[in-house]
């Protein structure tokens, strides 16, 4: 293997050579002992906070302004080397053999507890890492990212479709981009590409969620080593320590106490003294991947360390088809500012007072311990300048932290750190991106110059075929006839879209025992503006042939002020409404269930009307939503008794809601006039601009409504008079290493019901059917459509609770899936019917597709019945009671 790498090596550094005449710095080879190529070996220079990443060959190059450097090679396992180099006006050749990091076990004074050293370090590690999250308040940098992948296998099934779109077994393909990057705390990014290239499809640009992967917080629910709650799900082992520039550096084990897809495993590096990270190499095992994540720190700023190069490694396999997709982010040119809001005097005295926990002495060198910490004067005497500072100093100070202190130093750090921020501004300005005019039409020769970690000859080979950098891929085009019988989008001129969704689509077709075989045609037309101002008019158009009925509906939609959130919308027409128009049964479950199980849940009648509606942002956080309807409103009769599942001898309903006690009540016709004002609050609730658009995003707060009904009597002939409150309260929120916890809570109440129609009962949300669509959390699962629909007063209540190890995941071969589990509990009060309630258990995303959950509901405190379904969320869900 190693003499067929050899003439590949060979090529590479001829061809950074010849690079010479255009610039100079430093290239060359770096290897083991063996001769081996260090793939993905750091280059560094801390003079100048620059640097770069060898490539999976060991090949390095760095550019560099005539000057004398020391340079730093660094990776984990082998010893940091050092070496002055001077730069002239040409490339200089330094291949560099690294030696394997010798690991010592320090001589320790073993603890009372009599536990591994490794606690002692990571408590004080993990008590630090609040400072060291909150260390810096904006840095800017340069980013060189690189994403190459193959797939290592092909189903056979699969490899014709896959080698039509272009894609081969063991042929790479490979994303590059070089950005600026500006982050500004606590979650600003602005990023500017300045060239990107790819040969494949992709072209992800942004290379933000991999430099800013911090091992000092969770990242998308996995738990850091360095998380306050880190000593519940791991443990920890010291497996040796080495000096490096006088330093000493742990090497720690983490071990995983349970299985699960949120743990990593692998090993962390920790400065002795600062107690921040100097390196990092874990593992994450999930059920259909695993990822390798290699993180190298320098010094980028007086006591700053962060990480300057990143690796990142994805094995994936489902369904026979295996792929392997490499990440690797090279960050430099840092420039940094200092948190003003943090002490970081205080911190530095802290830290050099610090006691050292092991005094290790190497068998080969006799090296002096040198502090890491900042030079600062008058330190050592000066007293904390607060309380919080004061209990920070003694608990550091202690000699043998317990847990509870760890996590108390951890929260008081996290309070100092954040004591002086100022209040975050609602708009979050998280990602920012601007692509230069020519980022995208760079030539091999800008590449060649810039590219600062050198390609394999595999990846080289990738961008071959590409006729030159700058041919973008054409998307292939679907024919006239295909485009007229499935539909689509067009776009008939700049900023107008067109959609139709063609003559033989799902979409098109639908049945029901009122309508029978119902074919209708959806037509839009929509426009933006260049200020965000969007319209849209839309026309749906049908015919029943059961009742040889036309059915047509139009909806015209302004929105005119996007950051208000500002819209009007008119809509009328004639359509089979059902009666349940807010929390109905899907038409296509209903279709599914009346033609396989002679099941007809959805009731209609019939309506002329025409409806207009206006929503805005008052401010933020409070939304004031008016609506007004005006609708003929007539009684409709099944006209068709076909079903696939004749044969098995059952008949259709009556087309009557089965509201207890009205059962046989055929709504009389009559004309109705209602309004509708709605007011909902949310405290605090964050955005985001995207264009001139707002968008909301979360709140730690609930959002608090209140809704009025009325039906007026006498204008335009309406039939119709009553009143109708409604109050409720809603929320979702997490708690760490708890779960997710969301509730709903509507209590409302009728009022002048005399002339109150079966339309404007409060219906619930609730199933009677085999399949069901959707995901909403405020359903009763046991309960009949319009069993428990009312015209009086009502409460419901519902709670869901979500998280990843509840019962079943703890079982082993469970424990790496996806899957998450879940409780919920609802409850409805009403005074026609007895108090109902409902408790359930289930598990989500099972084989990333399937959900299922078990419930039981409860009238009047005696069981109801119990009912277990599976559900697919792309189809419906399918429900076997018991």
């Known amino acids: 293997m190693n003499c067929i790498r050899k003439p590949f090596i060979s090529i590479f550094l001829f061809l950074s050579l010849s690079l010479s005449a255009i610039g100079q710095g430093l290239m060359g080879h770096i290897t083991n002992s063996d001769g081996q190529g260090i793939s993905y070996a750091a280059v560094f220079v801390p003079s100048i906070h620059q640097g770069t990443t060898a490539n999976e060959e060991g090949i390095y190059r760095l550019e560099l302004e005539p000057g004398i450097y020391e340079i730093r090679f660094q990776y984990l396992g082998y010893k940091t080397q050092v070496h002055t180099v001077n730069i002239e006006n040409d490339y200089v050749s330094l291949d560099v053999i690294m030696e394997d990091q010798q690991y010592a076990l320090p001589e320790v004074v073993v603890t009372a507890s009599g536990e591994d050293p490794a606690y002692y370090i990571m408590r004080r590690a993990i008590g630090m890492s609040q400072y060291y999250l909150n260390q810096v308040s904006e840095y800017n940098c340069r980013v060189y990212l690189k994403g190459s992948g193959v797939l290592t296998k092909i189903p056979a099934l699969l490899r014709r479709q896959f080698e039509r779109e272009g894609v081969e077994q063991d042929r790479y393909f490979v994303t590059e981009t070089i950005s600026e990057v500006q982050y500004a705390m606590p979650d600003q990014v602005?990023?500017?590409?300045?060239?990107?290239?790819?040969?494949g499809d992709d072209n992800q640009t942004s290379p933000m969620m991999f430099i800013t992967m911090s091992l000092y917080q969770d990242i998308n629910g996995i738990i850091s080593p360095l998380s306050r709650n880190a000593f519940q799900v791991y443990r920890f082992q010291l497996e040796g320590s080495f000096m490096e520039n006088g330093t000493q550096v742990n090497k720690i084990k983490v071990i995983p106490r349970r299985a699960g897809h949120d743990?990593?495993?692998?090993?962390i590096f920790i400065k002795d003294g600062t107690w921040s990270l100097h390196s990092v190499d874990l593992q994450i095992e999930q059920s259909l991947f695993t990822a390798g994540?290699?993180?190298?720190?320098?010094p980028v700023?007086?006591?700053?360390?962060?990480?300057v190069s990143h690796n990142y490694h994805f094995r994936v396999g489902i369904m026979g088809l295996e792929l392997e997709y490499k990440y690797l982010a090279t960050v430099s040119d840092y420039e940094i500012t200092l948190n003003p809001n943090v002490d970081h005097e205080f911190y530095n005295q802290v830290m050099a007072g610090s006691t050292d926990a092991f005094l290790l002495q190497l068998r080969d060198a006799e090296l002096d311990r040198k502090s890491d910490v900042p030079e600062i004067g008058l330190r050592e005497q000066t007293r904390p300048q607060s309380r919080r500072q004061q209990q920070i100093s003694e608990l550091m100070a202690t000699e043998d932290l317990n847990n509870r202190e760890m996590r108390r130093l951890n929260?008081?750090?996290?309070?100092?750190?954040?004591a002086n921020e100022p209040r975050r501004p609602l708009e979050v300005r998280n990602l920012s991106m601007e692509m230069d005019d020519s980022a995208r039409v760079r030539t091999s020769t800008y590449w060649a110059e810039n590219r600062p970690v050198p390609l394999t000859p595999q990846e080289m080979e990738s961008f071959t075929e590409l006729p030159q950098d700058t041919v973008e891929k054409e998307t292939p085009r679907r024919g006239p006839l295909r485009k007229v019988l499935t539909g689509g989008t067009h776009s008939p001129a700049e900023k107008w879209t067109f959609r139709y969704n063609g003559l033989v689509s799902l979409s098109s077709f639908d049945f029901n025992t009122v309508d029978g075989l119902k074919y209708s045609k959806t037509l839009s037309l929509g426009h933006s503006g260049a200020s965000g101002r969007q319209f849209t008019i839309a026309n749906t158009s049908g015919y029943a042939f059961a009742r040889e009925r036309f059915l047509t509906r139009f909806d015209l939609n302004y929105a005119y002020h996007p950051f208000r959130r500002a819209s009007f919308n008119l809509e009328g027409g004639r359509r089979s409404q059902d009666f349940d128009a807010n929390h109905g049964i899907h038409p296509t479950v209903n279709a599914i269930s009346s033609l396989f199980f002679q099941n007809n849940f959805l009731k209609l009648y019939e309506k002329d009307y025409v409806r207009i509606l206006h929503r805005f942002?008052?401010?933020?956080?409070?939304?004031?939503?008016?609506?007004?309807?005006?609708?003929?409103?007539r009684p409709l009769e099944n006209h068709t008794d076909f079903s696939i599942a004749g044969w098995m001898g059952g008949e259709y309903t009556p087309n009557i809601p089965a509201i207890p006690g009205l059962e046989t009540l055929i709504m009389p016709v009559h004309n109705?006039?209602?309004i509708d004002a709605k007011l909902s609050y949310t405290h605090r609730h964050y955005y985001m601009r995207i264009g001139e658009r707002k968008v909301m995003l979360s709140s730690r707060w609930p959002t608090v409504s209140l809704a009025y009904r009325e039906g007026i009597e006498g204008i335009l002939n309406s039939d119709t008079r009553f009143r109708q409150f409604e109050a409720s309260v809603n929320q979702s929120l997490s708690v760490k290493m708890v779960g997710e916890f969301s509730y709903r809570i509507n209590v409302g109440r009728f009022f002048n019901t005399d002339k109150l129609f079966t339309p404007d009962f409060r219906h619930f949300s609730s199933n009677s059917t085999w399949f069901m669509s959707g995901t909403e959390t405020d359903r009763f699962r046991t309960l009949n459509h319009y069993e428990y629909s009312t015209g009086t007063e009502y409460l419901s209540a519902h709670l869901n609770y979500e998280h990843g190890r509840i019962l079943l995941k703890r079982l082993p071969f469970l424990a790496r899936t996806l899957s998450r589990e879940k409780l919920f509990f609802s409850a409805l009060s009403i005074p026609e019917d007895d108090f109902y309630f409902e408790i359930g258990y289930g598990m989500n995303q099972i084989f990333l597709l399937i959900n299922a959950e078990i419930v039981s509901g409860f009238k009047g405190g005696k069981h109801h019945y119990t009912g277990f379904r599976i559900s697919v969320p792309l189809g419906g869900e399918a429900s076997v009671r018991l």
């Not at 602005?190 to 040969?199: D, E, F, G, K, M």
């Open 190 to 199: 602005q990023t500017r590409v300045i060239s990107t290239r790819s040969s």
């Open 263 to 267: 743990l990593y495993s692998g090993h």
């Open 293 to 298: 994540i290699r993180q190298v720190y320098n």
């Open 301 to 307: 700023a007086d006591g700053v360390w962060m990480p």
């Open 411 to 418: 929260r008081l750090i996290r309070r100092e750190a954040r």
């Open 617 to 633: 942002d008052v401010v933020n956080g409070l939304v004031l939503t008016t609506a007004a309807e005006y609708a003929q409103r």
């Open 672 to 674: 109705a006039f209602v």
